[in-house]
T-cell receptor, first 114, second 109 residues
Framework: DAGVIQSPRHEVTEMGQEVTLRCKPISGHDYLFWYRQTMMRGLELLIYFNNNVPIDDSGMPEDRFSAKMPNASFSTLKIQPSEPRDSAVYFC????????????FGPGTRLLVL | ELKVEQNPLFLSMQEGKNYTIYCNYSTTSDRLYWYRQDPGKSLESLFVLLSNGAVKQEGRLMASLDTKARLSTLHITAAVHDLSATYFCAVSGTYKYIFGTGTRLKVLA
């Protein structure tokens, strides 16, 4: 298996622009997680899905952030409008059976908002 | 609310020395995970510990779990420079994972 795939790997944008991050989970995994990692705040869970349905979005920082999972093999995290404080590494991860099985992380998207 | 604490947060050690990283968690959980993150890279799964008394070993790393004490340890034996990384423990919550703050390990030659 190719593992969790994320795109783009790097994104540089200007404040106010829309940013869309993409994720393809491991085939057969029914849980998908979006995390954000910064030096100041560490690793934060933003939202997770089970069978394409958002289960817990309490970690989404603001209404500027939204996430969708239209099918089992694709998810997006969108920031609109972006702000400099959104600069971070965004990871997507997937697993079988939620916390009951090992979670596998994608390579991450390094986002810089100028 | 399930909370996970790791200590130390930073660890600088000499090659050849032994050391232990501790992971404490606040409520009952029967699965604990250890991950490694190299600078600028993603998180890589190291171990999953499934029951009280479980012990897993890979090379110079050995992880153990005491569910009664709500404690897991990651023991490093005869450290080498290649082990320099950040190590995270994570506990299974309800359908999700609660991560510790990470321990940044630097092994000095």
């Amino acid at each position: 298996d190719a593992g969790v795939i994320q795109s783009p790997r790097h994104e540089v944008t200007e404040m106010g622009q829309e940013v869309t991050l993409r994720c393809k989970p491991i085939s057969g995994h029914d849980y998908l997680f979006w995390y954000r990692q910064t030096m100041m705040r560490g690793l934060e869970l933003l939202i997770y899905f089970n069978n394409n349905v958002p289960i817990d979005d309490s970690g989404m920082p603001e209404d500027r952030f939204s996430a969708k999972m239209p099918n089992a093999s694709f998810s997006t995290l969108k920031i609109q409008p972006s702000e400099p404080r959104d600069s971070a590494v965004y990871f997507c991860a997937s697993s079988l059976a939620g916390g009951r099985e090992t979670q596998y992380f994608g390579p991450g998207t390094r986002l810089l908002v100028l | 609310e399930l909370k996970v604490e790791q200590n130390p947060l930073f660890l600088s050690m000499q090659e050849g020395k032994n050391y232990t990283i501790y992971c404490n968690y606040s409520t009952t959980s029967d699965r604990l995970y250890w991950y490694r993150q190299d600078p600028g890279k993603s998180l890589e799964s190291l171990f999953v510990l499934l029951s009280n008394g479980a012990v897993k070993q890979e090379g110079r790393l050995m992880a153990s779990l005491d569910t009664k004490a709500r404690l897991s340890t990651l023991h490093i034996t005869a450290a080498v420079h290649d082990l320099s990384a950040t190590y995270f423990c994570a506990v299974s919550g309800t359908y999700k994972y609660i991560f510790g703050t990470g321990t940044r390990l630097k092994v000095l030659a």
